[in-house]
């Protein structure tokens, strides 16, 4: 059976002090990343990432240093192994690491991108005290219900057919998260995020980051890619209106890996980032599908011996 292959990108919330570190420590190119990044970003990212420091879980530095981390590993990737991909996919912030490695924007461009969302997502989030919380076990149906009770809350991720994730103002959030564990006997587990993200709540980021997106002309795209808002494949005339609307809908991911799976015929799924989230994602739905991880230089190196 050939091999189909499907690239995954990491998203927030997989970031760790250290993460990338190894790949830093080994290749020039990756540190001339991380410089060119520090240049466009105005600070140092080798203090955020690679220090022990409080700033890596705050969306503003979360997003750029997941991103140049994921970035780097797929270069040592693409240059290690040369594997290419049938299509790609990311997590949230993982898509702009997909649409970077999808040739879509330079890594300056992407650098900048995710600065601008960064801060337009955390000044949202600052207007209004929201909150996510994952819930496992509870069926959609029943959490679609359960929510649509509440005003300003949402389902903002499909994970898995059983891990979906609310989002909304905080208050209400953690009343719906309350009423699942002690009515339904299921887990919510409240997220260590600073916002409401992927819901209404991020309407103004996304107006304000799409109003930025007229001074950047992306180029056309190497190959498919299945976009968060839509689960569907990239329509490049379409492309700033999908990362506007990224920012303030939910992501499809579980309708996404199936879409690859299904249309593409993808029997090997290899997620680049820090973290194994989409990894246990894929496995949460298709138990089939052969996963990979790379997150670190040992994980690269594995996977060309074992070839």
């Known amino acids: 059976m050939s091999k189909n292959i499907g690239f995954l990108f990491s998203g927030q919330g997989s970031q760790y002090i250290g993460m990338g570190k190894d790949l830093y420590d080994n290749y020039d190119y990756v540190r001339d990343m991380f410089a060119e990044a520090n240049n ?5 990212l080798e203090d955020i990432i690679f220090e022990e420091n409080e700033l890596l879980n705050q969306t503003l530095y979360t997003q750029t240093s997941v991103l140049v981390v994921t970035c780097c590993l797929y270069e040592v990737v693409k240059r290690e192994l040369g594997i290419n991909a049938s299509v790609l996919a990311g ?38 005290l929201g909150a ?25 991720n499909y994970n898995t057919p059983s891990q979906l994730v609310i989002s909304g103002v905080k208050e209400n959030v953690l009343k719906i ?3 699942i564990t002690k009515d339904f006997g299921k887990r919510a587990i409240v997220l260590n995020v600073s916002g409401g993200f992927h819901s209404p709540l991020m309407l103004s980021a996304a107006n304000n980051f799409r109003n930025i997106l007229e001074e950047f ?12 808002y839509n689960a569907d494949l990239l329509d490049y005339e379409n492309l700033k209106e999908a990362m506007k609307k990224q920012i303030y809908s939910p992501v499809f991911f579980s309708d996404t890996i199936t879409k690859m799976i299904n249309e593409f015929k993808i029997n ?3 997620e680049i980032g820090p973290g194994r ?21 040992q994980d690269i190196n594995s996977y060309k011996e074992s070839k």
């Open 40 to 44: 466009i970003l105005g600070y140092k």
């Open 177 to 179: 998260a309350d009423i």
């Open 217 to 228: 002309n992306p180029k056309k795209p190497n190959m498919p890619m299945i976009m968060n």
């Open 268 to 270: 090997q799924f290899i």
């Open 277 to 297: 989230v989409l990894s246990g994602f894929v496995k949460k739905t298709d138990r089939s599908i052969l996963v990979f991880n790379f997150e670190k230089l």
């Open 91 to 128: 997590f949230s912030l993982g898509e702009y690491s997909a649409l970077y490695a999808n040739g879509i924007f330079s890594f300056s461009e992407i650098v900048q991108l995710v600065k601008y969302r960064a801060n337009f997502m955390d000044q949202a989030s600052s207007t209004t």
């Open 132 to 156: 996510m919380a994952a819930v496992i076990g509870l069926e959609k149906e029943k959490l679609e219900e359960l929510v649509n009770s509440f005003e300003n809350v949402w389902i903002a």
